[in-house]
């Protein structure tokens, strides 16, 4: 069964201190290291904002990876 689209998905609100979890692609499906969390620590929703949404995913980004 195939997944939805994002138009058939109901619009949601973020707030600071939500939960997002996702996959992360570097793992294989199903690998429990690939679970990863990330609370949201800003949104703006005013127009022509580039990135409206902040989060902190608890990841190190070494400057010369960036």
Excluded at 7 to 31: I, W
Excluded at 42 to 54: Q, T, Y
Excluded at 55 to 63: E, K, N, R, Y
């Amino acid at each position: 069964m195939p997944g939805l689209t994002a138009s058939q998905l109901s619009p949601d609100t973020l707030y600071p201190g939500d939960r997002l979890e996702y996959c992360y692609r570097a793992f294989v499906a199903g690998d429990p290291k690939g679970h990863r969390v990330a609370v949201v620590t800003r949104v703006d929703a005013n127009e022509g904002i580039r990135f409206p949404v902040a989060v902190d995913t608890g990841d190190i980004l070494h400057l010369d990876m960036v």
